[in-house]
């Protein structure tokens, strides 16, 4: 299935929101997807990851941004965020506290490498509303 086009803003719904260790152990990561809602990609799904540890510190504080910018947009404050535990080894962690929360999006097209085809992820998140 081909990418969704760069730049489409669109309302998306959290259907996942998992903690998973990196396959070399050394990360943790928070694994979200979308259920894209709007403008004629309606069922079209786009993940994302937040690094939570072992990348490196830019990729840290841009994971950082975007991830206060969704809990802004969905309307969860610093006070009410999940904390749960983290995971052990090839777990998965699931976050039921974002599941069917709302929130827009613009999407980010990935170019593809060589037999690797394009990709998505969002660049910013807004509010619904």
């Known amino acids: 299935m081909q990418a969704l086009p760069h730049g489409l803003e669109t309302n998306l719904e959290i259907y996942l929101a998992c903690l998973k260790n990196t396959q070399n152990g050394k990360g943790t990561y928070l694994q979200i997807g979308f259920n ?76 593809g490498t060589n037999v690797f085809a394009d990709t998505n992820e969002i660049s910013l998140f807004m509010s619904c509303k």
């Open 36 to 111: 894209v809602l709007s403008n004629g990609y309606n069922r079209r799904k786009v993940w994302h990851k937040f690094f939570i540890k072992g990348a490196n510190a830019q990729a840290l504080e841009v994971s950082a941004q975007l991830y206060w910018q969704m809990l802004d947009a969905i309307g969860i404050t610093e006070g009410d965020e999940p904390v749960p535990r983290a995971p052990v080894g090839n777990e998965v962690v699931n976050v039921p506290q974002y599941i069917k929360k709302q929130v827009r999006g613009r999407i980010k097209l990935k170019p």
